[in-house]
Structure formats: structure tokens, C-alpha cells
């Protein structure tokens, strides 16, 4: 069973930046979709961002143009860069194969002040 590890979170004020990262155990990261998501309180879990095994990227629009996803596929490892964060993005974020087949990780806990 892979397990994920979410880090990277914390408290930012509007407009700052953050950048999450996410490590992989096991030998099928590579060739997997891997994504983003998020979920805020009281809220269903949303798909953010993908990163497809060969690289190319999808965004929920409430991100596109702010948020950056990438892939290490030799340290098993998937990130996400977040600029221009707003209150909104407030949410805890998790990292997960596309479709979420995997058990969910931690977490990590963003908060975004206004």
C-alpha cells in the first residue's frame, strides 16, 4: 500500500506564497496521475490540481494562473506551488493518484489571513 506524506503548510497572509510537497512510498508513483486536493471546513474534498506521469497539468479554474503543480518522479515526490494566495485557499491539502485510489495521507493544514 502506498503511503503519502503531506508538508509544507502554514499561515500566510493574502498574497503570499507556499509551497506544498507530498513523497510517495513504492514503485508505481511514475506512472501514475498524480493530484491535489483540497478540502475547507464544512466542505466536500475538491480536486485542485493534476499532474499527469508525463508531465502535462490541469487546474480547478478557482487556481489556474496561481497555483503550480510538478513532479519529481525520482524522489517520488509531487508539488505544489501556491502564489497569490487568497483567504479562499484556506483548506487543508492532500495529495493523491488521480482517480484517488490510495489511502489519504494527513494532510497539511493551509490558512490564508486576509
Known amino acids: 500500500q502506498v503511503q503519502l506524506v503531506e508538508s509544507g503548510g502554514g499561515l500566510v497572509q493574502a498574497g503570499g506564497s507556499l509551497r506544498l510537497s507530498c513523497a510517495a512510498s513504492?514503485?508505481?508513483?511514475?506512472?501514475?496521475?498524480m493530484a491535489w486536493y483540497r478540502q475547507a471546513p464544512g466542505k466536500q474534498r475538491q480536486l485542485v490540481a493534476v499532474?499527469?506521469?508525463?508531465?502535462?497539468?490541469n487546474y480547478a479554474d478557482s487556481v489556474k494562473g496561481r497555483f503550480t503543480i510538478s513532479r519529481d518522479n525520482a524522489k517520488n515526490t509531487v508539488y505544489l506551488l501556491m502564489n497569490s494566495l487568497k483567504p479562499e485557499d484556506t483548506a487543508v491539502y492532500y495529495c493523491?493518484?488521480?482517480?484517488?485510489?490510495?489511502?489519504w495521507g494527513q494532510g497539511t493544514q493551509v490558512n490564508v489571513s486576509s
Open positions: 493523491n493518484a488521480l482517480p484517488a485510489t490510495w489511502s
Open positions: 513504492g514503485s508505481i508513483f511514475s506512472i501514475k496521475s
Open positions: 499532474c499527469a506521469s508525463g508531465g502535462s497539468t
